[in-house]
């Protein structure tokens, strides 16, 4: 059974740059996409970006210009790097896999528990 | 592009059956049958419960079940248990010249 685990900080300052890992158990990093997706409170689902094993990446357009994504196959781990944060980006973030078929995105198959990441000074 | 619509709020009685939909373009929902639905209880994470349109992962009841017609997909459970109290979320992807994932805005789901 896949699990994921989101670590890293829960405050971050605004203006400063938001920082998650994602690591992955029970299987291997390899040969998957893998995706941050986060909810304010409240409020709905947000695609942020997904990576794929080998590197390569895809980010939603609202977010591209601040958004870096790296993985770690040695770790089984991936992460996420959100700059010039605001509180607006105030939410939970989850880590989770997705299925694609062919090239097109399918389904999120597992997540992470998630963790709330609060932009304050 | 926008996120996908959802109805805000869908009640039901124990046993009785409700839908949710979930509204799209012809860019998305309408173009692709790649519409997921995920379940989400409070303070949990999301569980996909319908993949591709009207496909259910191993070990989602039967009671769940999908169809999409034209920009709309739908999702119906059937025989309402207390259980099913949760948020609901349609997702599809939305991609063509740049790649994009669509989620709802949430359906809450209240079994009275």
């Known amino acids: 059974q896949v699990q994921l685990q989101e670590s890293g900080p829960g405050l971050v300052k605004p203006s400063e740059t938001l920082s998650l890992t994602c690591t992955v158990s029970g299987g291997s990093i390899s040969s998957y996409f893998w995706n941050w997706i986060r909810q304010p409170a409240g409020k709905g689902l947000e695609w942020i970006g997904h990576i794929y094993s080998s590197g390569s990446t895809n980010y939603n357009p609202s977010l591209k210009s601040r958004v870096t994504m790296s993985v770690d196959p040695s770790k089984n781990q991936f992460s996420l790097r959100l700059s010039s944060v605001t509180a607006a980006d105030t939410a939970v973030y989850y880590c989770?896999?997705?299925?694609?078929?062919?090239?097109?995105?399918?389904?999120?198959?597992?997540w992470g528990q998630g963790t709330l990441v609060t932009v304050s000074s | 592009q926008s996120a996908l619509t959802q109805s805000a709020s869908v009640s039901g009685s124990p046993g009785q059956s409700i839908t949710i939909s979930c509204t799209g373009t012809?860019?998305?929902?309408?173009?692709?049958?790649?519409v997921s639905w995920y379940q989400q209880h409070p303070g949990k994470a999301p569980k996909l419960m319908i993949y591709?349109?009207?496909k259910r992962p191993s070990g989602i009841s039967n009671r769940f079940s999908g169809s999409k017609s034209g920009n709309t997909a739908s999702l119906t459970i059937s025989g309402l248990q207390a259980e099913d109290e949760a948020d609901y979320y349609c997702?599809?992807?939305?991609?063509?010249?740049?790649?994009?994932?669509?989620f709802g805005g949430g359906t809450k789901l209240t079994v009275l």
């Open positions: 591709e349109v009207t």
């Open positions: 012809s860019s998305d929902v309408g173009s692709y049958n790649l």
């Open positions: 989770a896999r997705v299925i694609f078929r062919g090239s097109l995105l399918s389904y999120f198959d597992y």
């Open positions: 997702c599809s992807y939305a991609g063509s010249s740049t790649f994009v994932v669509l």
